[in-house]
């Protein structure tokens, strides 16, 4: 059964700016977000309190975060790795983290520098102070179809990495497809074997869209029931721990083909669509959204 309503988490201006090779001054950040709120979105993922050393392009998001327009009912996500991360996201007002897990131990070690029960022993009191003082915590899990290393990923260990990380607290764990490599029955029954553990309400899908695969992922798994899906305006983005890769599903993509089908969004696709050219202008290039290209040229 198709959802009627799916919330898109907006992930362009942390997973699509963070891989930019010249960074993107706060100013532009903050210009992004607050264009993606005015086309409707209400999750946004707005940066990272990671190592400014392992990604610069996320550095000032605590500067960031204080110049985010606020209102009811629009809520900004940030990543946190370890309690230095969520000290400094304590500090500065955020109301949601989101820490973030792989399924394969290589993309483990190169993305976060250690192996997956670490980072689970890292969460868990990452995890259970955030929850204490009154924040929402997501949870990721990358590489669940696939890893830039190891290749194959099994569902089972997708399965026991989301059930560790939805045990902690978090209200809704991603499945991160990074390297875009899903093909829809693949991704299915993923998304069945981790439903053993997980609830499907709480799920949410993540997928790159590298082969052109993610759209069509995507659909196959919200028969399932999933509706909540991640995305990023223009197609923006990559992991910098996945070479090769490209970015996120497209927002306006997403939009479109649930506007067509009569899923409701609450995004406005026009202004979207004018807030993917813009950063699409201001980092040189043509957005990467099929949709967004066609719309240009009406
Ligand atoms: P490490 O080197 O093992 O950490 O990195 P450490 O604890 O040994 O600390 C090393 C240095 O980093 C120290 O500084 C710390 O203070 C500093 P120094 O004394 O050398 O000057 N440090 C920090 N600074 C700021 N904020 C922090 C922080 N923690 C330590 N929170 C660490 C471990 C996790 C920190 C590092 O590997 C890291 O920051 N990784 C982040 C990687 C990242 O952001 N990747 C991209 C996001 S994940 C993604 O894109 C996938 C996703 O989209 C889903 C999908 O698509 O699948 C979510
Ligand atoms: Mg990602």
């Known amino acids: 059964v198709l959802p009627r309503h799916v919330r898109i988490v907006e992930v362009g201006p ?3 700016l963070q891989n930019e090779v010249k960074p993107v001054s706060l100013a532009a950040r903050r210009k992004l977000i607050g264009a993606l709120a005015e086309a ?7 940066g990272s309190f990671v190592s400014p050393r392992w990604v610069p392009q996320m550095a000032g998001t605590a500067e960031l ?3 985010l327009p606020r209102r009811p009912g629009l809520d900004y996500t940030v990543l946190v790795p370890n ?19 792989a399924a394969s131990e290589a993309f483990s070690r190169a993305n976060i520098n250690c192996s997956i029960a670490d980072s689970l022993d ?4 990452v995890a259970e102070r955030a929850l204490a003082a009154g924040l929402r915590v997501r949870g990721y899990v990358s590489c ?6 190891e290749g194959e990923v099994a569902p089972e260990a997708v399965r026991d990495v989301a059930a560790a ?15 875009g490599a899903g093909t829809p029955l693949k991704a299915r029954r993923m998304v069945e074997v981790v439903a053993e553990r997980v609830p499907v309400p709480r799920l949410a899908l ?6 052109g695969q993610a759209l069509a992922n995507i659909l196959c798994c919200l028969e399932l029931g999933i509706s909540v899906v991640d995305s990023a305006v223009a197609g923006l983005g990559g992991c910098p721990y996945a070479k090769g890769t490209s970015g996120n599903v497209a927002t306006e993509d997403v939009v479109y083909m649930l506007d067509g089908m009569g899923i409701t969004t609450g995004v406005d696709l026009g202004r979207l669509a004018a807030a993917g050219a813009w950063i699409s202008r201001e980092l040189g290039r043509e957005p990467a959204s099929k949709v967004a290209q066609a719309l240009m040229t009406r």
């Open 122 to 125: 890292r969460f868990a009191p």
């Open 206 to 211: 993540h997928f790159h869209d590298t082969y």
């Open 65 to 67: 975060l204080a110049l």
């Open 83 to 101: 309690l230095k991360g969520l000290d400094a996201a304590l500090a500065a007002g955020a109301r949601e983290i989101a820490i973030f897990g």
């Open 165 to 179: 990380l939805a045990a902690m607290g978090c209200h809704e764990v991603s499945l991160g497809d990074t390297i």
């Open 144 to 149: 669940v179809l696939g890893c830039p290393y």
């Open 40 to 46: 409707g979105l209400r999750s946004i993922e707005a």
């Open 14 to 16: 942390r997973d699509g």
